[in-house]
Every structure is written in C-alpha cells, then in structure tokens.
C-alpha cells in the first residue's frame, strides 16, 4: 500500500473556458465538484479581484497555484489581452502545459461530441455573440478557435480527452476524473475509514467569526426600517479575497429569521460591471422578464409592484471584474435605482434589501458614495452604499467558539479536546487546501460528530 502522502491530491481547480457562451457549463461542474468532492474548490473568474488590465497577470498567478486545470472548450475563441496574439483561454492552456510540462498531469481537457446536444447548445451560444460582430471579425475568431483546437489535438496525443454528450454527462466525467486522479479508494484504504460523506452547510460555515459584520448588520436594518419614508438601502460586503465572502453570501441568503416573508434572491449577472446586465437578472429573479430595453426606470415599476405585497432581498455574488466595479455599480445601477422608487408613491411597506460581495478590501478612505461607520445612525444617506466592517482572516477561538454552538444550531457535539483539535488545524496555514473554510471541510468532523 503506498504511503498516503505519495498519492497525489487536488484541490484547488483552475476551471478555464470563455466565459458567456459556457457560462451554464461552468457554474455546472463547479456546482458538481463542491456538492460531491470535500476537499475540491473551483474557482471561477468572476470571484476574482482584478480590474480588465490585471486579468492576464491575475490568471497565470491562479494557474501556477492551483492542483489540476479543467479545460472546457466550445465555439468560441473569445477575448484577447492587449499586446498579446492568443486569447486568455489559450493563454491558460499554454501556461498549464507549462507548468506541469510533459508526461502525467493533472490537465483535464473536455469536448462536446460532434453533433450532441451539448455540442448544438455551444454552438448556437457561440452565434449569439458572433451574430454581434463585424462578419470578418466573427469569421476570424471562429477560425481561431479551430486552430486552437487543432493545437490541444496536437498536444494530447497519448492523452485522452473528455468527450461528451449533455451536461448531466459533463458533470459526471469530471467528478470521475478528478476522483480518479486523487486515487481516493487507495486513501481511503490508507486511512482505515470511508470518507466523510456529507459538506458542511456553507451558511455554517459562513457565520465563524463574522460576528462583527452581523453585529453591524442588525441594527444597520432595524435603522433601516425605521425610516419609513426610505424604499430600498444597499450594503457592501468586503475583504480581501477568499476570505469567505461567498461563504458569508450563503449565511446572509440562509438567514431565515431576518428574512421571515420576505422574497430573497441570490446569484449575479452574466456581466456584472454592466448595469444592463444587472437588471436583465433582477427582472428574472422577480420572475418578469423584460419586454423591452432593460432601463432601471423598468426594473423600478416592476420592483414597486413587488414591493407592494412583500421585500425583496437581493443578494449579489460578485461586483464584477472592472477596476471601477463598485463606482460603476453606484452610479449607474444604485443611486438611479434609488431616485427611480423614490419618484413611486410607495403601495405597501416592502422595501429593498440589496447586498454586494466585492472580493477586494475597500480602498482607504472610501469613496464618499461608501459610509463605513454607524450604519445605524439618524443621518445615513441611502444614496450611499453601507459597507459591513470587512472579513478578516479567522483565528482558531473563533473556530472553537463556533465548534461549540453548532450543537444547538445543528445537533453536532464535539468535546472540548476534539474543538481544540480542529481549531489548531484549522487554522494552522499548510498550503493545502489554503484557506480555513476548505480545512475544516476536509477534516471530515460534520459528519462524525454526534
């Protein structure tokens, strides 16, 4: 039996592939991947915080840092970086092969089947936005996704490429492979135990040591209500990233007690830095598709309608990508938006809870459309958006604390030698997986404790 440590193990996941046209793809197996791998992370670009023009340097950092690379290829050649010849999905590739060179690697590459279902929904994707471009323009980056391909052809001689039929498909060959790569029968054997068979709950997890953010949230919102004449207020959740905003995202939708009747909606645009965008996914969350242009003054009557009869919560994933995202987001989504209700004679007492996860510490001092303290004070500016004290790293009491409600809160008992062992490892940085959350996935406890 070899030793455990000799067997290789992925974690992180550099998943690349254009990212509108494969978008339903993409959000698939990264979905797949965390609901049936512990240990595994996937992180999309649209989590990551970096203006347009860091974009390229951002990617090959991500690649040189994670354990495997998922390519999924379809019809689109897609965006190219200034001064560069190859768009970044090819880019990504190249630094993959790069990195981990020739031989065995953790390189996975996936391919519709000619002719499929998946293959038919990726092309008619990709003629949504060659439809959008000069005819010579379309044809040019439809041939250089055809040489693309060619090349990573040319490449996995020897190596066998993932070819499939549907998304179901999709999602099962790239659990497998993964799975396959971790040898993850041999680990289990090493270990003398089954894995663990169940995630702890990402609401769960998003709670350990945020207590100053939900201890400013509170009464930010009691303030809120107060103000009867106010329609809608809007709060910045921040840090820098991976420290647990997504994490934090899912305790703010699964806080049932401060939403009891209220509509809560959670997710982002295809292009969150466009505020179009935005209100093409709001109207969809409200279940009222537009029928015209996506104004804000749209989103508005369709919002005051809403709000007749209940709040609605909003809950955002990402501001975006853009260097600008969080001015972008409010001046040109937020305060119009505002001013836009505001000119509606309120129906009812529902109003707009609106929350924005930005993956980047806000810049000090903030810009004044920002108001960082007494979120709860008689003189806040709605116009503004109140950001929440920002994430910070968590410390092995906060885990301990934590280890020790959840017995209330999810009927899991650990004894105090067995939260001290978890804390310590916790939070005991070792490279793999990074970050305190994914440790505390990976220890496997949720499942065993009673």
Known sequence: MPHEAELPEIGQIFLSATAQDCRVY???VRDFIHDNLESARIFLQE?????GQYVEKVCKRKVQECDAYLGLFGHRYGWTPP???RSITELEFRWAVERWGAGEAPIFI???VPGSEADQHLREQAAQFHAQMPPAEAEADQAAQREFLASVDQWAGGRIQVFYRSPLQLVGKALCCIKDWDQEVLRNASRGR????GDIPRDELGRIGRDAQINALGPALEAFRDRRSERAAAFLIHGPENHGQLEFVEFLRNWHDEWDGMDVHCGQADEPDSAESLICWACSQLGEPLLGEPTIDALAGLLAVRLAARSVVLILRTAGLEATRLTLFHRRFWLPLQAALAARPPAGRGR???FLADHAPLPEPPDAAFRQTGLDAD???YRQILALPPLAPISARQVRSWLAEIRRSAGVHIDEAGREQIADYATTPNGHPPDVF???ILHGFWSRAR
Request: hydrophobic share 40%; glycine share 4%; net charge positive.
């Open 26 to 28: 993409r959000e698939a």
């Open 47 to 51: 989590n990551w915080a970096a203006g």
């Open 83 to 85: 001064l560069q010849r």
């Open 110 to 112: 996936f391919r519709p």
């Open 194 to 197: 089954y894995a663990a068979p």
């Open 352 to 354: 707009l809870y609106c």
């Open 379 to 381: 003189d806040v500016d």
């Open 438 to 440: 994914n440790r505390l």
